[in-house]
């Protein structure tokens, strides 16, 4: 990937732009969810039974559609934030700033920073 100057991007950079593809992957799971969880409401209030509502969901359930949606959501989030930290401390700011941006731990950034970073990122 490259920048718009047409540089190579930045392992922060690159996180970013894939937290972005993964919010816009992640609004359009939550839409079907949502409108899967309409449509079994709309089962309900017309006098269906739950037994039988249950037995016609084809899957993903919704249950299982938002936990896909948060579980990508969540693995995107952490590796932008990790990115994000090492790339403040590239740029020498501390690890008790970089805490206090985040509004966490020294501690925890200092975890974070430990962890190993995905080879492709570089």
Not at 59 to 87: C, D, F, N, Y
């Amino acid at each position: 990937m490259t920048d718009p100057s047409g540089q190579p991007a930045d392992p922060a950079t690159r996180a970013l732009r894939e937290l972005v593809d993964e919010l816009d992957s992640c609004i359009t799971g939550l839409d079907r969810a949502r409108d899967r969880a309409a449509d079994l409401l709309r089962q309900r209030e017309s006098g269906d039974t739950w037994f039988d509502i249950v037995g016609r969901e084809t899957p993903p359930l919704v249950v299982e559609q938002i936990s896909t949606v948060l579980g990508s959501l969540s693995t995107a989030g952490h590796a932008w934030r990790r990115e994000q930290a090492a790339a403040l401390q590239a740029e020498d700011v501390s690890i008790n700033r970089i805490a206090a941006l985040f509004g966490v731990t020294r501690q925890r950034i200092s975890t974070l920073l430990r962890e190993p970073r995905d080879p492709a990122a570089d």
